[in-house]
């Protein structure tokens, strides 16, 4: 799961040098044959996938480059993967799935028995909530993994900007799966509040890819060079979207305690929800906004800069010989990770209460550390993988890329779908999660603010991060401040989302 605005640059560039390699040693594969990609592939020849291969420069020039068909199309797919092969093949579909893009992501892939067995155990044995919950927390990092790059191997055959934007939705599925879920399962006369589950994942996705996954990158970097260096480009525009994304957020948060004693409390609570889904059809916009500007209009200065980054990308000849899958099988990986990823998630939302009633698991460590570890463990693997082979700005772009991702476009769109289905999701924030996300905006905007990093900086982001876990495992939930202070707060039972905001 990489960012937008380098992915699509990053796997052309590799087919290239896939074909280039290829051509000079096979040789059996004219330029007009249609027996290597099929009769639905002619339209793709002159696409810049590096079709050209160095062996039939002057035959591509007289056939095909005056005449490209391409025009004709305007969806053209590639269906078949840069090897060649078209349509499904078992073996090599379970050998490229399991090798995946990354060593990382291949350590991931030898928890994929812990699948069967959750699901197995949630109906042999539905009452063993704990048991259950671990199992589901477990699987819940490969099936995340198959998401993602088999996303990565669908954006490829879809031109540039749709392909673009279909990673981009792909790489959050996992999240707002479990978003979803958990505001699906929401009402006001449970003992949980699932609205305030979310809110604290918004945020702690944030945290988790921002303090733990930056820092981790930074460590891993540091494993090889004293100092690593990034592009001024990368880390300014990240840092001042995210202080933008984050003032977005505490707008409402911030009307609402304003206010809070001084309007009748009802009243403030709808004001607040309405403020918060105006803020989120806002943030989204911001995020399409961002998303043209590194996509259409300044794609040329990313372009460089990853250039740049691949070809001091210490793994890029086993890359080059790495194979993708057809567009078919990445359909097919695609429905089952999503699939598996829909039962894990409905799993592990069945079972916060059973946490939060009888194990004393706060919403807020919920939230801000353990649901965001499992959603972007993959994500994060593939970000320090490619911080260690030397491709920071890579790796920086797949990091902040991610928490835009979740602050700009994931966050406000579930606001907007239990707009839809008429529950009190809104952005106001316990105090003590928005404080934080503030801090560590600044705190990591500082570390970026020179362009250059090391191994110490990444070893301050995990500490901070670890010791806003440490302080999440202590926060008390909503419902419990109310039964020790029942006159200092609103009502137990919160009917909207302003109703658990906030200190009072």
């Given at each position: 799961?990489?960012?937008?605005?380098?992915?699509?640059?990053?796997?052309?560039?590799?087919?290239?040098?896939?074909?280039?390699?290829?051509?000079?040693?096979?040789?059996?594969?004219?330029?007009?044959?249609?027996?290597?990609?099929?009769?639905?592939?002619?339209?793709?020849?002159?696409?810049?996938?590096?079709?050209?291969?160095?062996?039939?420069?002057?035959?591509?020039?007289?056939?095909?480059?005056?005449?490209?068909?391409?025009?004709?199309?305007?969806?053209?797919?590639?269906?078949?993967?840069?090897?060649?092969?078209?349509?499904?093949?078992?073996?090599?579909?379970?050998?490229?799935?399991?090798?995946?893009?990354?060593?990382?992501?291949?350590?991931?892939?030898?928890?994929?028995?812990?699948?069967?067995?959750?699901?197995?155990?949630?109906?042999?044995?539905?009452?063993q909530d704990l048991a259950i919950f671990i199992l589901a927390y477990i699987a819940m990092v490969p099936c995340a993994n198959l998401v993602g790059f088999a996303g990565q191997n669908l954006a490829k055959k879809v031109p540039h900007v749709f392909g673009v934007l279909a990673?981009?939705?792909?790489?959050?599925?996992?999240?707002?799966?479990?978003?979803?879920?958990?505001?699906?399962?929401?009402?006001?006369?449970?003992?949980?509040?699932?609205?305030?589950?979310?809110?604290?994942?918004?945020?702690?996705?944030?945290?988790?890819?921002?303090?733990?996954?930056?820092?981790?990158?930074?460590?891993?970097?540091?494993?090889?060079?004293?100092?690593?260096?990034?592009?001024?480009?990368?880390?300014?525009?990240?840092?001042?979207?995210?202080?933008?994304?984050?003032?977005?957020?505490?707008?409402?948060?911030?009307?609402?305690?304003?206010?809070?004693?001084?309007?009748?409390?009802?009243?403030?609570?709808?004001?607040?929800l309405e403020i918060s889904r105006s803020t989120a059809v806002l943030l989204i916009i911001a995020y399409l906004v961002y998303v043209f500007f590194q996509m259409r209009t300044h794609h040329g200065i990313y372009d460089a800069i990853f250039e740049a980054d691949a070809e001091r990308d210490d793994d890029k000849h086993k890359e080059l010989q790495s194979h993708r899958l057809t567009l078919i099988e990445s359909i097919i990986a695609l429905a089952v990770g999503v699939a598996l990823v829909t039962i894990i998630a409905i799993m592990l939302v069945d079972r916060i209460h059973f946490l939060v009633e009888e194990r004393g698991v706060s919403d807020a460590f919920l939230g801000l550390i353990m649901i965001p570890l499992v959603e972007k463990a993959a994500e994060h693997l593939t970000a320090v993988d490619e911080a260690y082979d030397n491709q920071m700005n890579i790796a920086l772009s797949t990091v902040l890329g991610s928490t835009l991702q979740t602050a700009l476009f994931n966050g406000p769109l579930v606001v907007i779908v239990g707009w839809g289905m008429n529950k009190p999701m809104g952005f106001n924030f316990e105090l003590f999660d928005l404080a934080m996300l503030i801090l560590a905006i600044l705190t990591v905007g500082n570390f970026l603010r020179d362009q250059k990093t090391n191994y110490l900086e990444g070893m301050l982001c995990v500490i901070v991060y670890v010791a806003i876990g440490v302080a999440a495992a202590h926060y008390p939930n909503p419902q419990e401040l109310h039964e020790a202070f029942p006159t200092a707060g609103t009502s137990p039972a919160p009917a909207t989302s302003g109703s658990e905001g906030g200190h009072h």
């Open positions: 799961m990489t960012s937008p605005y380098h992915a699509a640059a990053r796997e052309k560039r590799a087919a290239e040098r896939i074909l280039d390699e290829r051509n000079p040693n096979s040789g059996n594969v004219p330029r007009g044959s249609s027996s290597s990609r099929g009769p639905q592939q002619l339209p793709l020849h002159s696409d810049p996938i590096g079709t050209e291969g160095r062996g039939h420069g002057s035959h591509h020039h007289h056939h095909h480059h005056h005449h490209p068909p391409a025009p004709k199309s305007w969806f053209p797919v590639r269906a078949g993967g840069e090897s060649g092969r078209s349509g499904i093949h078992p073996w090599h579909f379970f050998r490229i799935v399991f090798r995946s893009s990354s060593l990382a992501s291949r350590m991931v892939n030898v928890l994929w028995p812990v699948v069967p067995a959750a699901i197995a155990l949630r109906y042999a044995a539905p009452h990673e981009t939705t792909f790489g959050s599925l996992v999240e707002i799966i479990l978003f979803i879920v958990l505001i699906k399962r929401y009402s006001p006369t449970q003992a949980v509040d699932y609205t305030q589950v979310i809110r604290a994942a918004i945020l702690g996705s944030i945290l988790a890819t921002m303090l733990l996954c930056l820092g981790f990158c930074f460590v891993a970097a540091g494993f090889k060079r004293e100092e690593t260096h990034f592009s001024e480009i990368v880390s300014e525009a990240g840092s001042g979207l995210l202080l933008t994304a984050g003032f977005g957020l505490a707008v409402p948060t911030a009307f609402y305690n304003a206010l809070h004693g001084r309007l009748d409390t009802k009243e403030l609570e709808r004001k607040t």
